[in-house]
């Protein structure tokens, strides 16, 4: 969309409180990770700069990894305005009953959703780390070298009956169906 998404307006509020208002509920310690920290002051959470400029999504991930006081990390992209905590929360309680490093839904075949995932943050913030210093600039690139536990297709959708989790916003037509749901889930709400 050539601007920064996660301050782009959708339904009277920028795209990053969609996101922060439907995660809320999971965790107290939800930040922002960004490469222009000052533009997210007027949040009210933690908002931390990007590590490595430059770095694209893999960046973002490694800074959010590196920031981390928690054991886990749910990393979700500012403008998936329908992330689903439902999603998030069973790869949380997959990550502590296995033992396993990402829980990272899939929405097909061969799809997977590296920004609406759980990782172990000790594990992954080195793996990441590596990816980045040996030039690797694929999101997914380095879960080879992790234990990896993909949440399938049928369970993102018992998760996520209406199928907007994974949706994000790249084009203004993105923009228009998600403002399109948004107000639908508001009139459906008040009645």
């Known amino acids: 969309m050539g601007v920064d998404k996660g301050l782009t307006f959708c339904c ?17 310690s939800i930040c922002i990770v960004t490469n222009e920290a000052e533009k997210y002051s007027f949040s009210g959470i933690k908002v931390f700069s ?10 973002g991930l490694y800074s959010a990894l590196y920031y981390a006081e928690t054991e886990y990390v ?3 992209a500012c403008d998936m ?6 999603i998030i929360w069973e790869g949380l309680q997959r990550l502590k009953s296995t033992g396993l490093d990402v829980a990272i839904p899939k929405s097909g075949q061969q799809y997977h959703e590296p920004l609406h995932a759980l990782y172990r943050t000790k594990t992954c913030r080195q793996a990441v780390l590596d990816s980045i210093n040996q030039g690797q600039r694929r999101l997914i690139g ?18 996520d009956p209406s199928g907007m989790a994974f949706f994000n916003i790249n084009t203004p037509e993105d923009k228009a169906i998600a403002e399109a749901y948004l107000a639908e889930q508001q009139k459906s709400s008040f009645n």
């Open 12 to 28: 009277d509020l920028p795209m990053v409180c969609h996101v922060i208002n439907r995660l809320a509920g999971l965790s107290d």
């Open 50 to 59: 990007d590590v490595f400029q430059g770095k694209g999504s893999l960046g």
């Open 74 to 76: 749910a990393v979700i």
């Open 81 to 86: 305005v329908f992330a689903n905590p439902a």
């Open 142 to 159: 380095w879960l080879s070298s992790v234990r990896v536990d993909e949440i399938d297709e049928s369970t993102c959708q018992r998760l």
